[in-house]
């Protein structure tokens, strides 16, 4: 999974520095955990993640973008991954965050000429996640940037010569 992520978000950094954005990727996780092999959608956690990474370049006119990912094991047989994705870019009003992922929404009727988009994206987003029988919530403060956070469980994957679980570079 890290270098699903890693290879995502090396095409968004490229984009924000292209318009004078900081990005900043970071791991938290216990030991070994990164390596762990865990059964997932890799193609669509990547969906996920570019979605959240092209909304908050497209949004953020200056300042930073941050990728903030957590791997914790709080159970034996899965990790828990959690993807902050962290804007400094326009934030959006309290009224419009429970319609933010409806199909279609723009924010305001300006953001569509303003920062282009079709309002398909975080409602992508949102499903596939809810597919994966993950989450995604947002906070967002307006002129001040959001955060989007994708909670997902990963089953681990035994190793079945030894009946433990597996570990791999």
Do not use: W
Not at 45 to 54: E, F
Not at 60 to 68: D, E, M, P, Q, W
């Amino acid at each position: 999974i890290k270098e699903s992520i890693d290879q995502t978000c090396v095409y968004f950094e490229k984009l924000a520095k292209n318009k004078n954005l900081s990005f900043h990727l970071e791991y938290f996780s216990n030991t070994g955990l990164l390596n762990q092999r865990v059964v997932n959608d890799e193609t669509r956690i990547r969906q996920i993640l570019t979605n959240l990474l092209s909304h908050a370049v497209k949004i953020t006119i200056k300042g930073s973008i941050k990728v903030l990912v957590r791997l914790l094991q709080d159970k034996t047989d899965s990790i828990h991954m959690r993807v902050e994705v962290i804007d400094t870019g326009i934030g959006i009003d309290n009224s419009n965050l429970n319609q933010i992922f409806t199909l279609f929404h723009q924010v305001e009727s300006s953001s569509k000429r303003r920062f282009g988009g079709t309002g398909l994206g975080l409602t992508l987003a949102k499903r596939y996640a809810e597919k994966l029988s993950g989450s995604i919530s947002v906070e967002s403060n307006i002129h001040s940037g959001s955060t989007f956070v994708l909670s997902l469980d990963l089953p681990v994957i035994e190793d079945p010569e030894h009946g433990t679980l597996h570990s791999s570079a």
